[in-house]
């Protein structure tokens, strides 16, 4: 198994109140990923890291910031929590070669 | 735009017997296509792959996929389930471009299989 941990796996949180789930890996991939999985939804994309401080936006990404500052760790940070963002994160991570993702274990964010 | 269909949302299926889950995109540009299995509670964990060359891909667990470029299509197929394979399955297509390579998931279906 690719070495991709998150933390925390559990959190309930109020809403306004900032989050940060933490995404590490041990594969020194370049490529790193958060996603949200609702029911009906599938995967969708928030925001993704193609390096060092190089990252760019997905397709749910208003509400969320991230920061990767070494290769092996790439943070999600919800500034102010509401309920839409209620949902369980997954991080992934990929090589340049052929673009299959490895995913975390996920972390269920639940937002009162 | 972009886009993956998994036409069935939820599959129900008798032990031993074969399956099909279908998958269909919409991309202007070439892919790569993958299917993917989620576990309950557990991460997503790559099934199979195409990335090029024959269109009958194998993957683990005795899955295989059919990569058909006229119909866009990559429907996976299992010839006997077992309980085990109980789990959510989702198709995933890999739009190739020049600079960054962008994933799109389908929505996922839920296989159950009965005993």
């Known amino acids: 198994d690719a070495g991709i941990t998150q933390s925390p796996r559990h959190k309930v949180t109020e809403t306004g109140t900032p989050v940060t789930l933490r995404c590490h890996q041990t594969?020194?991939?370049?490529?790193m990923y958060w996603y949200r999985q609702d029911p009906g939804h599938g995967l969708r994309l928030i925001h993704y890291s193609y390096g060092v401080k190089d990252t760019d936006k997905g397709e749910v990404s208003d509400g969320y910031s991230v920061s990767r500052s070494k290769t092996e760790d790439f943070l999600l940070t919800l500034e102010s929590a509401t309920s839409s963002q209620t949902s369980v994160y997954f991080c992934a991570i990929s090589d340049t070669t052929h673009y299959e993702q490895y995913f975390g274990p996920g972390t269920r964010l639940t937002v009162t | 735009a972009q886009s993956v269909t998994q036409l069935d949302s939820q599959v129900p299926v008798f032990e031993e017997a074969p399956v099909e889950l279908r998958c269909n995109y919409s991309s202007s540009v070439s892919v790569y296509l993958f299917w993917y299995v989620q576990y309950p509670n557990q991460g997503l964990q790559l099934l199979l792959k195409?990335?090029?060359?024959?269109?009958l891909v194998k993957g683990i667990n005795g899955f295989e996929a059919e990569f058909n470029k006229s119909q866009t299509s990559f429907h996976l197929r299992k010839p006997s389930v077992h309980i085990s394979d109980t789990a959510e399955y989702f198709c995933a297509v890999s739009l190739l471009k020049t600079s960054y390579d962008k994933v799109i998931f389908g929505p996922g279906t839920s296989l159950s299989v009965i005993p």
């Open positions: 594969e020194n991939h370049r490529y």
């Open positions: 195409y990335l090029s060359g024959s269109t």
